[in-house]
């Protein structure tokens, strides 16, 4: 703050002022200000929204409202954003019951979850170190973005394991229902769980052994796309071989996947975690972990072909580079 001078700083609590007021849509005629001459403070916007709202405002916010942070703190290349404190919405008390038809998509959840009651599931997790997967990303994504596509980790996620099921076919099977027979299915069409404004949703990727993994971001960009627009289709929700889940997303980190018949496999990922963990050297490093929860469908599916799969996986996305060897 040394360099702030009193000018600079009066500038700046006005507005900050100004943005909690019009972000937060109140009224200064309705704050009683308890500055010097009644003047209000950024203090009083936020106890008189904690009023309004219920919300309690703990007292870090304001210090991190008050003080923008310095130019040595903030990462280089970034000027200082001022704004309004996350805003955490109260908890709504409904009053009455409420019943109502089950529609749509929640319909079919029904349906497919039942008929994957039958399934008699099995679980496998592990812990895959993600540190270089990490850095490849960061190297490749201003070249993806140059071509307009997002580029996440789901599509190296998606890429590892069609590589893996080339070698593990029967995790890309199917049973009928008699369960006399098993198809091994020849095109890999992976499926993505998809939090969507009409629910979950499960669009699959086509033929995802056919494609390399700016291929796929491209392809998930648009799958993204339809999903919030609400226009995912039978051809997209159709025709799924395997599915990966990845809960991390949104912050999760250890799931128990419910398999969607008549597949015979699903993987579900945490989120990537900094975290203490040893080198080959002994030595402690900082690692980016992820967690991975499979199910599989042990009627077709051992622990031992499960964990060879997953180790392939694992050391794909632990040794990005190893992909290219297998990548037609
Ligand atoms: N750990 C940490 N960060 C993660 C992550 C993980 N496991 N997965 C994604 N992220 C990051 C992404 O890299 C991205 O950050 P970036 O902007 O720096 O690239 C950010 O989180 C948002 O990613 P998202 O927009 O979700 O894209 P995605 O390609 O990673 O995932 C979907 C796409 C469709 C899987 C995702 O949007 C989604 O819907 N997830 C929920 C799935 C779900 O509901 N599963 C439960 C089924 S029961």
Known sequence: MAAVTRGSFAVFRQLVRKRLTSFYNIKLSEVVGSGRDGRILKEDILNFLAKQTGAIIPPTLFQEIQTPP????????????????????????????????????????????????????????????????????????????????????????????????????????????????ITYKAAHNIGLAMDTAQGLLVPNLKNVQQLSVFDIAQELTRLQALGTAGQLGTHELSGGTFTLSNIGSIGGTYT?????????????????????????????????????????????????????????????????????????
């Open 70 to 181: 310095s130019a040595a703190a903030r990462p280089a290349g970034t000027t200082a954003v001022i704004g309004p404190p996350p805003f955490t919405p109260k908890p709504v008390f409904a009053g009455k019951d409420i019943t109502e038809p089950l529609k749509g998509f929640h319909r079919a959840m029904v349906k497919t979850m039942t008929a994957a009651l039958k399934i008699p599931h099995f679980g496998y997790c592990d812990e895959v170190d993600l540190s270089r997967l990490v850095a490849l990303r960061a190297e490749l994504r201003p070249a993806a973005e140059g071509r307009g596509v997002r580029l996440s980790y789901m599509p190296f996620f998606i890429k590892a394991a069609s590589l893996g099921l080339l070698h593990f076919p029967i995790l890309n099977s199917s049973l009928d229902e008699s369960c006399q027979n």
């Open 256 to 328: 128990k996947p419910v398999i969607l018949p008549p597949e015979v496999a699903i993987g579900a990922l945490g989120k990537i975690q900094v975290v203490p963990r040893f080198d080959a050297g002994g030595q402690l490093v900082r690692a980016h972990i992820m967690n991975v929860s499979w199910s599989a469908d042990h009627r077709v599916i051992d622990g031992a072909t499960m964990s060879r799969f997953s180790n392939r996986w694992r050391e794909y996305l632990e040794n990005p580079a190893s992909m290219l060897l297998d990548l037609k």
